[in-house]
């Protein structure tokens, strides 16, 4: 992991130079730490996990049950802001993540994950404590458990340089409002 502008020792590699093996990602486990909110940290990561965990658990009642939700509450207002973290998850990807040519590229980007991440975390507590069902139970930790492997292995590959991520949505955003220089 890179926190804090240095690396920790599990994440030091074979006598390469620093810039050849350092990418500034959460590990899994720090990502799931993160998302709980068990981790604290100035690493920019960090919060915007935290902020896409809570923002995912509070949709989870509303999207089980519409006809029960409360008449203030604004899914579109939190979906909104669950784009927003995403967009500054994607512009900090942008200037901080490495962008190898020839590599293959990700189908999503680095803040898309995350939101997935935090929805599958936020979708296997919920069923944990609202759930009967053995089953569901199971199916929703797998789900996470699938998740949180897929990081890993985005995480692997990025560090080994075969994997970069797509810029976002948050720059195609950004040139629908600039105005055209023609």
């Given at each position: 992991?890179?926190?804090?502008?240095?690396?920790?020792?599990?994440?030091?590699?074979?006598?390469?130079?620093?810039?050849?093996?350092m990418?500034p990602?959460?590990?899994p486990?720090?990502?799931?730490?993160?998302i709980?909110?068990?981790m604290?940290?100035?690493?920019?990561?960090?919060?915007?996990?935290?902020?896409?965990?809570?923002?995912?658990?509070e949709?989870?009642p509303?999207?089980?049950?519409r006809?029960?939700?409360?008449?203030?509450?604004?899914?579109?207002?939190?979906?909104?802001e669950i784009?927003?973290?995403?967009?500054?998850?994607?512009?900090?990807?942008?200037?901080?993540?490495?962008?190898?040519?020839?590599?293959?590229?990700?189908?999503?980007?680095?803040?898309?994950?995350?939101?997935?991440?935090?929805?599958?975390?936020?979708?296997?507590?919920?069923?944990?404590?609202?759930?009967?069902?053995?089953?569901?139970?199971?199916?929703a930790?797998?789900?996470?458990?699938?998740?949180?492997?897929?990081?890993?292995?985005?995480?692997?590959?990025?560090?080994?340089?075969?994997?970069?991520?797509?810029?976002g949505?948050?720059g195609?955003?950004r040139?629908?409002?600039?105005?055209h220089a023609d």
């Open positions: 992991m890179y926190l804090n502008e240095y690396a920790s020792d599990s994440a030091q590699s074979g006598g390469r130079a620093p810039h050849a093996w990418v990602l959460l590990e486990d720090q990502l799931i730490q993160a709980s909110g068990h604290q940290s100035g690493f920019a990561l960090v919060g915007w996990a935290r902020e896409l965990g809570d923002l995912h658990a949709l989870i509303h999207k089980l049950d006809a029960s939700r409360p008449r203030n509450f604004d899914c579109e207002k939190v979906r909104a784009d927003r973290v995403v967009g500054e998850i994607d512009a900090w990807a942008a200037s901080n993540a490495p962008r190898m040519e020839g590599a293959r590229m990700h189908t999503h980007s680095l803040g898309e994950v995350m939101s997935h991440i935090a929805m599958a975390f936020a979708d296997a507590w919920w069923t944990v404590l609202h759930s009967t069902d053995a089953e569901l139970r199971h199916r930790w797998l789900h996470l458990g699938q998740a949180r492997e897929g990081y890993a292995e985005m995480v692997i590959e990025m560090r080994a340089r075969r994997l970069r991520l797509p810029l949505t948050s195609i955003r040139r629908e409002v600039e105005p």
